[in-house]
């Protein structure tokens, strides 16, 4: 393994591991999420001699470079099927095999992107929320549009409070019975 140093989005570097032989990329904990998205075009270059041969994977288990522990599949749901992350169990290591790093790395770019316009769209909120007129409906009895009288709150307190003395009762029986 080879050590790497790659850019990190608070302004850092950080040290990843890459096999000499395959391209394949090892994160340590934590290491994997901070890298900038513009190092996956640097560490996970595309090799269109690479691509255009058959590969076969040998069937031998995966082992963590760390703790020698068993590495396995990360099944993520929320990953797309075309990425797959192997993980230590041990030292919650990842490694990503030749072209994933960059996978990776578009994904979480492409979901930044898409929350960020959610986010704007957020932003714009509180000019509709300043004016309550503008969310009060007519005809409803929202708890903002039609406050409670100090009946209401009244009956709900006293309603509130035979509900509790109904479960301390009931618990108590309980105890006692054994049941």
Same mark, same amino acid.
């Given at each position: 393994?080879? %050590?790497?140093?790659?850019?990190?989005?608070?302004?850092?570097?950080?040290?990843?591991?890459?096999?000499?032989?395959?391209?394949?990329?090892?994160?340590?904990? @934590?290491?994997?999420?901070?890298?900038?998205? %513009?190092?996956?075009?640097?560490?996970?270059?595309?090799?269109?001699?690479?691509?255009?041969?058959?590969?076969?994977?040998?069937?031998?288990?995966?082992?963590?470079?760390?703790?020698?522990? #068993?590495?396995?599949?990360? =099944?993520?749901?929320?990953?797309?099927?075309?990425?797959?992350?192997?993980?230590?169990?041990?030292?919650?290591?990842? @490694?990503?095999?030749?072209?994933?790093?960059?996978?990776?790395?578009?994904?979480?770019?492409?979901?930044?992107?898409?929350?960020?316009?959610?986010?704007?769209?957020?932003?714009?909120?509180? #000019?509709?929320?300043?004016?309550?007129?503008? @969310?009060?409906?007519?005809?409803?009895?929202?708890?903002?549009?039609?406050?409670?009288?100090? #009946?209401?709150? =009244? #009956?709900?307190?006293?309603?509130?409070?035979?509900?509790?003395?109904?479960?301390?009762?009931?618990?108590?029986?309980?105890?006692?019975?054994?049941?």
């Amino acid at each position: 393994m080879a %050590e790497v140093k790659a850019r990190a989005n608070p302004g850092s570097l950080i040290q990843l591991d890459q096999c000499r032989q395959c391209g394949g990329i090892w994160c340590d904990k @934590w290491e994997l999420f901070p890298v900038a998205t %513009e190092e996956a075009d640097r560490l996970d270059p595309v090799n269109q001699d690479l691509l255009r041969e058959a590969f076969r994977r040998p069937q031998k288990a995966l082992y963590c470079p760390r703790c020698a522990d #068993e590495l396995r599949v990360c =099944a993520d749901p929320v990953l797309p099927k075309d990425i797959q992350l192997w993980r230590c169990r041990h030292c919650d290591g990842i @490694w990503l095999n030749r072209g994933q790093f960059q996978r990776y790395k578009n994904y979480q770019t492409n979901t930044r992107a898409a929350k960020m316009a959610e986010e704007r769209i957020v932003a714009k909120l509180p #000019e509709v929320y300043a004016k309550p007129e503008s @969310w009060v409906v007519t005809g409803t009895k929202g708890i903002y549009a039609y406050p409670r009288g100090e #009946e209401e709150d =009244a #009956e709900l307190a006293g309603k509130s409070m035979g509900d509790g003395a109904k479960v301390v009762l009931q618990t108590l029986l309980r105890m006692i019975l054994g049941i």
